[in-house]
């Protein structure tokens, strides 16, 4: 039996991750235990920054560290090159106690509070993603109080629905997350950032969902995004 990656079943039955017995793994470590293929990993972030090195596109590789955030892991994902996306002052705190680079770190997240953008403007990471109305306000307030530029993407809703579960659509129109693209949000977002002194607008972000074993949603996106 093969299972997802290097996962599988050996001759006595019992689930291997990497090559290595889970069995013995929890013999000396106990449960509940997280088990990751520190190998797979750097295959898999070689395999994606290769892509666009090959095709010739200038493009950042970044690790989601909500998925799993240690400082282990973020030490692993600055080896390997990967920028970094957090969505906490946790996840953040993780990636300066990790010491990764904070120009390679991008702030995610549709409910930042104003101690989070605080901090994050503290160690002067690379880039905010601003999600809504109220956090390019706050956004622009502190920066102006504080004097200090910041470099900002705005997150849009593209409309895309994407081939996965409801649950993890995020591109939809009734989307919770960014700036609506067709009903003119997106365009009056744009216009207040960039008429800040200290808002660096680098340009659009979305995010249609997870879990996508299709490419016809990236397209569509993509598409409406150089369109708009």
């Known amino acids: 039996m093969h299972l997802y990656g290097t996962g599988g079943v050996n001759e006595r039955g019992h689930l291997e991750i990497g090559g290595v017995d889970t069995i013995e793994l929890i013999e000396q470590f106990g449960t509940p235990l997280y088990v990751y293929d520190v190998e797979l990993i750097r295959e898999r972030a070689r395999g994606f920054k290769r892509t666009f090195e090959e095709l010739g596109i200038s493009a950042q590789v970044a690790y989601a560290s909500k998925a799993f955030s240690s400082i282990a892991m973020i030490q692993l994902a600055e ?4 920028s970094l996306d957090v969505v906490s002052a946790g996840e953040l705190y993780t990636a300066i106690k990790a010491n990764f680079p904070t120009e390679r770190i991008h702030f995610h997240g549709n409910n930042k509070s104003e101690e989070e953008l605080h901090m994050a403007l503290d160690y002067d990471i690379g880039c905010i993603v601003v999600d809504n109305f109220s956090e390019l306000t706050l956004l622009e307030e502190i920066c102006t ?4 530029k910041v470099k900002i993407l705005l997150r849009v809703t593209p409309g895309i629905e994407a081939h996965t579960h409801d ?15 067709i009903n003119g949000q997106a365009e009056a977002a744009l216009r207040q950032a960039l008429k800040s002194e200290f808002l660096e607008v680098l340009g659009l972000h979305c995010h249609i969902g997870s879990q996508i074993f299709q490419t016809t949603g990236f397209l569509l996106a993509a598409q409406k995004l150089s369109a708009s």
């Open 167 to 181: 649950y993890i659509l995020t591109g939809q129109e009734d989307s919770k997350f960014g700036f609506d693209l």
């Open 79 to 82: 080896q390997e090159g990967l």
């Open 145 to 148: 109080n504080r004097e200090q």
